[in-house]
């Protein structure tokens, strides 16, 4: 009697919409623990950083030559370079306790124009500062 020359592997997956569209989710064990907070806030946290970075230090001149070197337009560079410029007990929240944030990542962008006192009260769910500012 021979072995099977095929091997089943099992893995439990989720299908969930996102943004209108079917997401394949793989279980919880399998993917990193972000804590809550949706990779893209964090990944978009990370790249308006690294513009920051490359500005400070010379390697690109204007959010211009960003723009044109991710190939993306450089008004959504500009709205998310903001990002760079949030609160420090904000950012700790968001990168270092995992806290999700109360707003979407455009929000996000938004809150950076408030005070360091204003953002954490916006971000994370007592927004009726950041509400009033945006009428």
């Not at 099992?10 to 990779?39: E, H």
């Not at 959010?63 to 950012?91: F, N, T």
Request: charged residues 25%; hydrophobic residues 45%.
């Amino acid at each position: 009697m021979s072995a099977p020359t095929t091997m089943r592997v099992f893995i439990p997956l989720t299908i969930r919409k996102r943004n209108g569209r079917a997401k394949i989710v793989p279980p919880s064990d399998m993917v990193p623990d972000t804590g809550g907070v949706d990779p893209h806030v964090l990944k978009a946290i990370a790249r308006a950083w690294s513009w920051r970075r490359k500005l400070e230090s010379g390697m690109v001149g204007t959010i211009q030559d960003i723009a044109h070197a991710e190939d993306i337009s450089d008004r959504y560079v500009g709205r998310m370079l903001r990002l760079a410029y949030l609160a420090p007990a904000v950012l700790e929240k968001l990168l270092v306790q995992r806290a999700p944030p109360a707003v979407s990542i455009k929000d996000l962008a938004m809150v950076a124009e408030l005070t360091w006192m204003e953002q954490a009260n916006a971000v994370f769910g007592l927004g009726a500062c950041f509400a009033s500012r945006r009428s």
